[in-house]
């Protein structure tokens, strides 16, 4: 049950990931404090972290599906790229100053205040490597075990006499 847990949490929080490039990430204000525009993460350094979300929530499946410890560290490592991104790119613009062109007044200055889309990004990248981390402490079993059963997959061994036509068998026929 915790490694389900596990694999929900770090699903969502890949989809926060992605949520948080469409999200108003900044709002530039005059020194009155009134809104002169808003900006998303998306306008401001493109799709990179959605895809960086995307890559995230496919490993996060394929770890589950296939019971690859490998994967969980493209989840972690992930993660760790949204977080640096967050802090490298996103958080030196917040109360920066500089002039904006509007429309009816010319040119105003303007400071770059932090919105809810900027704490998604960071909030979306601590529970990836969170999440990862969580699903790296489970062995290739348990991961396997976390998705839905399906029939007539092959989870045994073939039979001590070599592999059979096609046939696999389970660990429960090789011990008899």
Do not use: C
């Not at 949520?19 to 530039?28: C, D, F, K």
């Not at 993460?41 to 296939?66: F, M, P, Q, R, W």
């Amino acid at each position: 049950m915790t490694g389900r847990l596990a694999a929900i949490t770090t699903l969502l929080g890949a989809a926060v990931v992605i949520l948080s490039q469409v999200v108003t990430a900044y709002a530039l204000e005059n020194e009155l404090g009134e809104v002169l525009d808003t900006v998303t993460l998306l306008s401001k350094h493109g799709v990179i972290t959605a895809i960086l979300g995307l890559i995230a929530a496919l490993a996060t499946v394929y770890a589950v599906a296939a019971g690859n410890r490998m994967a969980t560290i493209v989840i972690i490592g992930m993660g760790a790229a949204v977080i640096l991104i967050f802090l490298f790119v996103d958080v030196p613009d917040i109360g920066s100053t500089g002039m904006f062109n509007t429309p009816t007044a010319g040119n105003l200055d303007a400071t770059g205040k932090a919105e809810a889309g900027l704490w998604l990004e960071l909030v979306g990248g601590v529970i990836l490597v969170l999440g990862g981390l969580a699903l790296r402490t489970l062995d290739e079993q348990q991961l396997r075990s976390i998705g839905p059963r399906i029939q007539g997959a092959s989870t045994g061994k073939a039979s001590a006499g070599g592999p059979s036509a096609g046939k696999v068998t389970s660990d429960k026929e090789n011990t008899t």
